[in-house]
């Protein structure tokens, strides 16, 4: 029943994709996050709020501009439920806005499968993930994605591969200057410091265990068979499908080098994987397995509450 009400894009989905953020936010912050009520806590969360709901609309003009999945709202939905399922990358700013100036850059890398305005296309990612870094240090990460994209794609001229350096420096040196000018190069300096761990100790409480090996199990489950199919497709499919395996990867190897290991840094995961899943639930035939992932991510969402 919830397979068959996601099958299509209507508006009535966007709708009920919007109360399913709203309620995954509000009930995140009831459980989990404590703060000074005050005019500005409510201004913060309700920022924050409209920029989550903000993200599913985004996301699915990124994945109908690309052809990233059929005409379906499956992604949105595994988009929305993994946020439930990791209730903690709500509870970090800096990663939420980061991850929300990353679809922008994520819209051009993707684009790039085109001929149109390439050069544009290349600066303006770069320009995006520069943004991005100075919320989060490791989101420079996703410069070798454009790379990538520009390789995959056949844009590698020579002038191609200066373009994303020039890109990500604009915004750097421009909020270089900033605080120059107001005398804060402390707060600058800062925004460059490379903290990691490679900690993984607090994967092994219950409340990000389970939702983390349902995550792992169900990925490896769908990655191989949608590998498969996308190998048999046309070249346009396939040249875009290699870059979304990259961009997991990336995305993983910030999830391991992450200072703070809570659920939070697996946001950099969502955009891809919510793409992987959509792409193997359309494509499994069988309709009692669709219904089953659906129904497993509702419970271990819950689970996440009571363990």
Do not use: C
């Amino acid at each position: 029943m919830i397979a068959n009400f996601f099958n299509k894009t209507k508006p009535i989905n966007f709708l009920v994709l919007s109360i399913m953020m709203i309620f995954v936010y509000v009930v995140a912050n009831i459980a989990f996050f404590t703060d000074n009520f005050s005019w500005q806590f409510f201004l913060k969360k309700g920022v924050l709020l409209f920029m989550a709901i903000l993200l599913i609309f985004i996301l699915n003009f990124i994945i109908r501009k690309n052809a990233l999945t059929d005409n379906n709202s499956y992604a949105l939905l595994f988009f929305i439920l993994l946020f439930g399922l990791f209730p903690y990358s709500f509870a970090n700013s800096n990663l939420l806005v980061a991850n929300f100036i990353l679809l922008f850059s994520y819209r051009r890398v993707y684009s790039l499968r085109t001929s149109v305005h390439t050069k544009e296309k290349i600066f303006d990612g770069a320009f995006w993930i520069g943004i991005a870094t100075m919320f989060y240090f490791w989101s420079f990460i996703f410069i070798f994605l454009l790379y990538v994209a520009i390789w995959i794609f056949n844009k590698g001229e020579k002038r191609n591969f200066f373009i994303p350096i020039i890109g990500f420096i604009t915004p750097v040196f421009l909020i270089y200057v900033y605080y120059l000018a107001v005398d804060k190069m402390n707060i600058y300096y800062d925004l460059w410091q490379a903290n990691y761990s490679f900690s993984f100790q607090p994967y092994t409480f219950y409340k990000l265990l389970i939702p983390l090996s349902f995550l792992i199990i169900l990925s490896i489950g769908s990655i191989i068979p949608t590998t498969k199919k996308s190998l048999m497709a046309k070249i346009d499919f396939k040249s875009t499908w290699t870059l979304l395996t990259f961009h997991i990867i990336l995305a993983l190897f910030i999830v391991f080098v992450s200072p703070i290991k809570n659920g939070s840094e697996l946001i950099f995961l969502f955009f891809p994987i919510s793409i992987l899943f959509a792409n193997y639930i359309q494509n499994t035939k069988k309709y009692w397995i669709k219904e089953m992932i659906i129904y497993l991510f509702i419970i271990i969402y819950f689970s996440v509450y009571v363990l």
